[in-house]
């Protein structure tokens, strides 16, 4: 089929998305990657690739809500993990297939999971998305949007169409109120430690995650103050792989039955993502009532 013009071909892009039910769509040039390894870079899975079409999807807030006050997981574990995560394939799937029918090429990179856990490849939907311009990274370096917050998943579809780029979002969304900090019952997340990247000139700031310390709270290593039932004692320094490797198979076969169950990669915190997404939701409703207010 011959190729359709670039414009038309973005929006058709985006308004298919929403129909399949994304409640956000954007699209980032590969020129905002530039500073991504080359093995997690949209040119190692398309080398002439040109653009990245990102999809993202509300989680309700009522599964976060139960997450934060530390009632449950596993409703997020099904839903937000599983249920979305399959909606989201399925609409990078139809996109993909859609570009490639308009004479393109396409490859739609799935949401979340599975993940390399040696992270030999797979790229970063959250960095896609502010490449995207739908928002920023927190203090968590998780995704934050104006429409949503933190209440969204992502996927990405990787395509060698010159689409129309969205720009980047320019003003602030977190506060730094270090909800998330406080939070986190492995001390991954530092208050007072920052990271920066570029994109088209500008320079963004997340804040500092310290990864390994991430995976002992979210992969289920640790009990306190987290859902899980495996309790390892936190090691001081980094464990290497192979000790990494040696923990997340000595997990409590309880444990290691509901990640069956489920049937994605398991979070058994989230406690980060999910006070941050309370928050903001609130925050935001208290500007809107304080506008109306204004309005009377």
Known sequence: MAVTSITRL???????????????????PVSRFQEAP??????FYIPQAQSVVVVAMRVPLGIL???????????????????INAELDMIAFQLANFIERHG????????NAPRDPLFRWGISHRHAAVAAGMGELGQHQLLLTPELGGKQKLVSIITDAPLEPDPLVKHQICDHCNMCVNICPTQAIAADRFDTFHMDGMELTTGHLTKWRCIFG?????????F???EFTLPESRPSTEEMFSYLARKHPAQAYLEREVGAQPAWCAKCYAVCAVRLDKKK????????????
């Not at 809500?65 to 249920?83: I, P």
């Not at 409703?285 to 009377?296: F, V």
């Open 65 to 83: 809500r139960s997450v934060a006050k530390g009632k449950e997981v596993y409703t997020y574990q099904g839903y937000a993990l599983k249920t």
């Open 218 to 226: 979210c992969g289920g290593l640790v009990s306190k103050g987290t």
């Open 104 to 111: 393109y090429e396409a490859c739609p990179i799935p949401a």
């Open 285 to 296: 409703d208290d500007k809107s009532l304080s506008s109306e207010e204004k309005d009377k």
């Open 38 to 43: 080359e093995n997690r870079h949209p040119r």
């Open 228 to 230: 899980a039932m495996t």
């Open 10 to 28: 973005t929006r058709e892009i985006k308004e298919l998305a929403r129909d399949k039910g994304a409640d956000l769509v954007g699209i980032a």
